[in-house]
C-alpha cells in the first residue's frame, strides 16, 4: 500500500493568483480510517489556502499526539511542520513564533490532546493570544485506544462498547471565550461550506483564532447514543448564521436583504459577513456568545458558526513590543550590541 499521492494531475486544473493549483496544498494520502471526519477538516484547511493564495513555505503546521495530530502530514507537503510530545503543542508554537513572527501557524490538536493532559497548555495560549490558527478536530473518543470517552464527551453519551459516561463535558468553545479567546469559533466537519470560510476568517484574525469542529470517529464514536456521530450532530445542528469571508480589497456583494448582514472586519481589512440566524446573538460581545451557546446546549443543540470575535486584538508581539523582524533573522550587531550598550542597561536598573 502506498502513501504517497500520485503525481499525474489534470493538465486543466485551475490555478490560483499565485499559478498553484489545489494539489499544491495537499500532503500524503491519509492512513485515517475511510470517512474520518479528520480528512473533512484537513480538505478544508487545503481548500482555505489555495482560496487565499498562501504561499505553502510560509506556514508552519505544529500538531501533539492523537489521530488529529496525524493531520498534518495530509496537507500543506511544503509548509514547515512539527509534530510535538502529547497536549504540548501550544509552547512549540508559542516558541516558534516568538523566533519567526513572519510565519502563519496552525495548530491542530484532538479533544484529548486539549481537553485532557494539554488543558494547561490551551488555557495559557489563549491567555497569551498567540496569532495562530488552533483547530480542535473533537470526536468526543481516544481513537488511538480504542475509543474510551474522552473529556468532551457528553454526560448521558454512549460509546460503541455499550459504556454510558456520567461525567459532564468540557466544553472548548465557552472555556475559549470565557478565557479571553479574541476569535471563538465552532463547526461540523461534514459542514465544508460553513468550515472553509471559518479558516479563512480565522487565518486573517490578529491574534489566538480557535476552531473547535465536531468531527465524528467513523470506527468508534458513531453509534446509536453517541452525540458526536454524524447522524445525531446532523440532526441538532444550529446555526449561529450563514457565514462567507471576502478577502481584502475585493468587492463586497451580498444577496441578502439589507438590514440582516453584519459584516465583521479584520485587521488587514478583509470582512466575514454573518447573515444572523441565532436569535439576540452578537458576535462582538462575550456575554451574548455566551449565552448564545448555553441556550444551544440547554435545548440540546450544537451551536455552530463564528460565536466570537475581539476585531480590536492585539497579539502576543503587540503586547510584547516585540520587533518587527523575525528574531531569527536578526544580526550579530543587534543580538549583541557591545559592552557600551550594556553599561547603559545595567546604569538604568541602578
Known amino acids: ?41 484537513s480538505a478544508g484547511i487545503v481548500q482555505a489556502c489555495y482560496e487565499l493564495n498562501i504561499e505553502p513555505h510560509k506556514v508552519a503546521k505544529l500538531s501533539g499526539i492523537g489521530c488529529s495530530s ?20 501550544p509552547s512549540v508554537a508559542t516558541g516558534a513564533n516568538l523566533a519567526n513572527r513572519d510565519l502563519m501557524y496552525f495548530g491542530v490538536s484532538g ?20 496569532k495562530m490558527v488552533y483547530i480542535v478536530m473533537n470526536n468526543g473518543c481516544y481513537g488511538l485506544t480504542k475509543g474510551q470517552d474522552s473529556a468532551t464527551a457528553d454526560e448521558g453519551s454512549k460509546n460503541k462498547a455499550g459504556s454510558v459516561n456520567h461525567f459532564g463535558a468540557i466544553d472548548l468553545s465557552s472555556l475559549a471565550i470565557e478565557l479571553g479567546a479574541t476569535f471563538v469559533a465552532q463547526s461540523f466537519s461534514g459542514d465544508k461550506t460553513q468550515l472553509v470560510p471559518l479558516i479563512k476568517a480565522a487565518m486573517k484574525h490578529n491574534g489566538f483564532a480557535f476552531i473547535n469542529v465536531i468531527s465524528p470517529c467513523v470506527t468508534f464514536n458513531n453509534n446509536v447514543g453517541s452525540t458526536k456521530s454524524y447522524d445525531y450532530v446532523r440532526e441538532h445542528v444550529e446555526a449561529t448564521s450563514t457565514v462567507d469571508f471576502v478577502p481584502e480589497m475585493k468587492t463586497i456583494t451580498t444577496s441578502y436583504e439589507e438590514g440582516t448582514v453584519k459584516g465583521v472586519k479584520m485587521h488587514d ?5 454573518l447573515h444572523k440566524l441565532a436569535p439576540e446573538w452578537d458576535p462582538q460581545d462575550r456575554l451574548s456568545a455566551i449565552n448564545a451557546v448555553q441556550h444551544a446546549k440547554a435545548k440540546g443543540e450544537i451551536l455552530t458558526g463564528l460565536l466570537y470575535i475581539n476585531e480590536e486584538s492585539k497579539n502576543l508581539h503587540d503586547l510584547m513590543g516585540s520587533t518587527n523582524i523575525p528574531l531569527n533573522t536578526l544580526p ?16 538604568g536598573l541602578r
Not at 269 to 273: A, T
Request: charged share 20%.
Open 111 to 130: 479533544d484529548g490532546d486539549s481537553a485532557s493532559i494539554g488543558m494547561g497548555q490551551f488555557v495559557h495560549v489563549i491567555r497569551r493570544n498567540l
Open 70 to 89: 496525524k493531520t498534518p502530514a495530509y496537507f500543506l507537503v511544503n509548509s514547515h511542520g512539527f509534530n510535538s510530545v502529547h497536549g504540548r503543542m
Open 332 to 347: 550579530e550587531s543587534v543580538l549583541c550590541p557591545g559592552s557600551e550598550k550594556l553599561k547603559d542597561v545595567n546604569a
Open 269 to 273: 481589512g478583509s470582512v466575514i459577513q
Open 1 to 41: 500500500m502506498s502513501y504517497i499521492r500520485p503525481k499525474f494531475r489534470h493538465p486543466g486544473l485551475p490555478k490560483n493568483e499565485l499559478g498553484y493549483t489545489i494539489d499544491h496544498y495537499e500532503g500524503s494520502l491519509s492512513t485515517l480510517c475511510a470517512g474520518c471526519g479528520h480528512d473533512s477538516i
